[in-house]
């Protein structure tokens, strides 16, 4: 699907070149960077480089062969999901400091509606704090360029931060590229012409079949559990119907490659790394990945395929880059927002979540409101949301002479009685924890700080689901889900492959010192030296 996709949309010029996977031309020593490509793939957990490394050919291949690599990364926070998790691979601060916490309290607002037609909710960075990796490179030269551009929303926002200008994310409503009204009044008429060619259309009524001989898959393709017991073997449908294509377009692996070719066309247009004596840079967020673990889960024969097809489009996005600009004076970063766990339903033997259980607080929550309520406390002053018990208003729960600590005492005991719940941790007593051994009580104080409104977060066993869950998720402080690559490639890089432990705040001021520029702020993460070539 790959060389079609972007041939469909006026690239296969530009893809006329040497084989995917030839050998990479030798940075030149010395030479300053001048595109920086940041690559973030949403839901790649730590483990699937290894996994797939043998059948793996292309992008993800000459990335990991040749760069600096870390399968040990990690996302260090709890509630590992998509917008805590891009709001610190390019601020190099944890989510306690970005303010960024979940998806629901991310980046969507009535108050920044989108272009062209899109109906979505709109989306600005208005919830973002600080400043992100091209804040510090436009402070050391104003005339740096960048362009940013997703599947989803939070993808494409939360790398760049406050900045208002190139970003770019997919409205399936609309069949488009959209942004919003934070960032322009129009789309630019570049963006209007790669619209207007329409490449997903091509796609009505033809099928997601394997790439691969099906012998060549290990994971079983008759699994009721996954995609909620619908549409669980290959080959996978597209609608016949253009427009029901392009609502569904982000469920196929090909919308990375259209992703791909919406940035490369945008590498063309805005001229982003083509002047020797500046540095730009281009942020991707693929998001199929996610959208594909969540429909089918990672043990799955589609998540296999789809990996294999990421390693394709991401080779094929290269060579073209590489025709366009000089590769070795490109420098390239890639990582996750957040790993994966199985449903707890599917025991293949690749993960040891064998004694996971589905979870329900629910009726110790309404339990928890009626109580409340019965004692005059207004149901506005607290919330129970993704296993955290947060107070806004304690106010209303002295006039009411109600204890807010007693509560949260009580809910924790309550809590720690139901099978599945590993653990309930009042923020206060975490901040007495060894941050340095407890890993569990350091990624949720890297989300929420002690004394905030966050009171209680509840950790269920690790591979346990909430019951109400029907689909393969994420979201808890375990490694499972907080496991990610961590990979440098290119120009100022050191190559090499290291076993310890890193994490995606790391990224940004490693990506700093290679680019000689200043972090603006305080930093959560620290210098990666031994992905710096000397000289940097």
């Given at each position: 699907?790959t060389?079609?996709?972007?041939s469909?949309l006026g690239?296969?010029?530009v893809l006329?070149?040497?084989?995917?996977?030839a050998?990479?031309?030798?940075p030149?020593?010395g030479?300053?960077?001048?595109?920086?490509?940041?690559?973030t793939?949403d839901q790649?957990?730590?483990?699937?480089?290894?996994r797939?490394r043998?059948?793996l050919t292309?992008g993800?291949k000459?990335?990991?062969?040749?760069g600096?690599v870390?399968?040990?990364g990690?996302?260090?926070?709890?509630i590992?999901?998509t917008?805590?998790?891009?709001?610190?691979?390019?601020?190099g601060?944890?989510?306690?400091?970005?303010?960024?916490?979940?998806n629901?309290?991310?980046?969507n607002?009535?108050?920044?509606p989108?272009?062209?037609g899109a109906?979505?909710?709109?989306a600005?960075?208005?919830?973002?704090?600080?400043?992100?990796l091209i804040?510090?490179?436009?402070?050391?030269?104003?005339?740096t360029?960048y362009?940013?551009v997703?599947?989803k929303?939070r993808?494409a926002?939360?790398?760049?931060?406050?900045?208002r200008g190139?970003?770019?994310?997919?409205?399936?409503?609309?069949?488009?590229?959209?942004?919003?009204r934070?960032y322009?009044?129009?789309?630019?008429?570049?963006?209007?012409r790669?619209?207007a060619?329409?490449?997903y259309?091509?796609?009505?009524?033809?099928a997601w079949?394997?790439?691969?001989p099906?012998?060549?898959?290990?994971?079983?393709d008759?699994v009721?559990e996954e995609s909620?017991?619908q549409d669980?073997?290959?080959p996978h449908?597209f609608?016949?119907d253009?427009a029901?294509?392009?609502k569904?377009?982000?469920?196929y692996?090909v919308?990375?490659s259209?992703?791909?070719?919406?940035?490369l066309?945008?590498?063309?247009?805005?001229g982003l790394?083509?002047?020797?004596?500046r540095?730009d840079?281009?942020a991707?967020?693929?998001?199929t990945?996610d959208?594909?673990?969540?429909?089918?889960?990672?043990?799955?024969?589609?998540?296999?395929?789809?990996?294999?097809?990421?390693?394709?489009y991401?080779g094929?996005?290269?060579?073209?880059?590489?025709?366009l600009?000089?590769?070795?004076?490109?420098?390239?970063?890639?990582?996750g927002?957040?790993g994966v766990?199985p449903?707890?339903?599917i025991?293949t033997?690749?993960?040891?979540n064998k004694?996971?259980k589905?979870?329900?607080l629910?009726p110790?929550?309404?339990?928890l409101?009626s109580?409340?309520?019965?004692?005059g406390?207004?149901r506005?002053?607290?919330?129970?949301?993704?296993?955290v018990?947060?107070?806004?208003?304690?106010?209303?729960f002295?006039?009411?002479?109600?204890?807010?600590?007693?509560?949260?005492?009580a809910?924790?005991?309550a809590a720690?009685?139901?099978?599945?719940?590993?653990?309930?941790d009042?923020?206060?007593d975490l901040a007495k924890a060894?941050?340095?051994?407890?890993k569990?009580?350091?990624?949720?104080?890297?989300?929420?700080a002690?004394g905030?409104t966050?009171?209680?977060?509840?950790t269920?066993?690790?591979?346990?689901y909430w019951?109400?869950?029907?689909?393969?998720?994420?979201?808890?402080?375990?490694?499972s889900?907080?496991?990610?690559?961590v990979?440098?490639?290119g120009?100022?890089?050191?190559a090499?492959v290291?076993?310890?432990?890193?994490?995606?705040?790391d990224i940004a001021?490693?990506?700093a010192?290679?680019?000689?520029v200043r972090?603006?702020?305080?930093l959560?993460?620290?210098?990666?030296?031994?992905?710096?070539r000397?000289?940097r």
């Open positions: 699907m060389r079609s996709v972007l469909a690239l296969a010029g006329a070149l040497a084989p995917t996977g050998p990479a031309q030798r030149a020593t030479a300053k960077p001048t595109l920086v490509v940041f690559i793939v790649m957990r730590g483990d699937y480089l290894a797939f043998s059948q292309s993800l000459r990335l990991a062969s040749g600096a870390w399968a040990n990690f996302q260090d926070h709890a590992t999901e917008a805590p998790g891009h709001s610190t691979v390019m601020s601060r944890h989510p306690v400091h970005t303010g960024i916490s979940a629901s309290q991310g980046v607002t009535s108050a920044a989108l272009l062209g109906t979505e909710t709109g600005s960075p208005f919830r973002f704090r600080g400043t992100n804040d510090w490179m436009r402070a050391a030269d104003s005339s360029r362009l940013s997703s599947r929303d993808g926002i939360l790398p760049i931060g406050h900045s190139d970003v770019y994310w997919w409205s399936g409503s609309a069949g488009i590229f959209t942004t919003s934070y322009a009044d129009t789309l630019p008429a570049w963006v209007q790669f619209n060619e329409r490449g259309a091509a796609y009505a009524g033809k079949n394997l790439l691969l099906a012998n060549r898959y290990v994971e079983e008759t009721w909620d017991g669980f073997l290959f449908q609608p016949t253009t029901a294509v392009a569904g377009f982000a469920n692996p919308m990375d259209l992703t791909l070719a919406f940035a066309r945008g590498v063309q247009e805005k790394g083509a002047d020797g004596a540095t840079l281009l991707v967020s693929l998001s990945t959208a594909v673990g969540h429909k089918y889960g990672p043990d799955s024969r589609e998540l296999h395929d789809q990996i294999l097809r990421l390693d394709r991401l094929a996005f290269l060579d073209s880059l590489f025709k600009r000089d590769q070795r004076r490109i420098l390239i970063a890639l990582t927002d957040h766990t449903l707890p339903e025991h033997g690749r993960y040891p004694n996971a589905r979870v329900n629910d110790l929550v309404k339990h409101q109580s409340l309520t019965a004692a406390v207004d506005s002053a607290w919330l129970f949301d993704d296993g018990f947060s107070v806004f208003k304690e106010a209303a002295d006039s009411a002479k109600v204890s807010a600590d007693s509560v949260t005492k809910l924790a005991a720690l009685k139901i099978p599945g719940v590993w653990r309930a009042r923020f206060a060894n941050l340095a051994k407890d569990i009580a350091r990624r949720w104080l890297n989300l929420f002690a905030s966050a009171r209680l977060a509840i269920l066993t690790p591979y346990s019951e109400a869950t029907t689909y393969a998720t994420h979201g808890m402080p375990h490694d889900d907080a496991q990610v690559p990979i440098f490639w120009a100022g890089v050191r090499g290291h076993a310890d432990t890193v994490r995606t705040v001021p490693t990506l010192v290679i680019l000689g972090p603006t702020e305080k959560d993460g620290v210098v990666l030296t031994k992905a710096v000397a000289g």
